[in-house]
């Protein structure tokens, strides 16, 4: 599912305009990017929770050579999946 189809979806489930529904999830996005670049967690009760994580830096190789590289440290969004979703995906 894209970006069009999850408007669409909702759309359909409220009743609310295409436009509407697309830009009250454009402000949910930024709202959670938002959170979570500053460096806090949004938890949604029964769906989950966004937080950054952390990669250690590692060696990698290069596929093309073989070649050992050095691959930086970095920050990294984690979603961890709540326990009405996870059950959901049982059932599924």
Do not use: H
């Amino acid at each position: 599912m894209n970006k069009q189809e999850l408007v669409d979806a909702v759309a359909a489930a409220t009743g609310e305009s295409k436009a509407t529904t697309g830009e009250a999830i454009d402000a949910f996005i930024a709202a959670v990017t938002d959170a979570v670049t500053k460096g806090e967690t949004v938890q949604l009760i029964g769906f989950g929770s966004f937080s950054t994580g952390a990669r250690a830096a590692r060696v990698g190789r290069n596929p093309a050579t073989g070649e050992e590289i050095q691959i930086a440290a970095a920050k990294t969004v984690k979603f961890t999946a709540g326990k009405a979703f996870k059950l959901r995906l049982e059932v599924a």
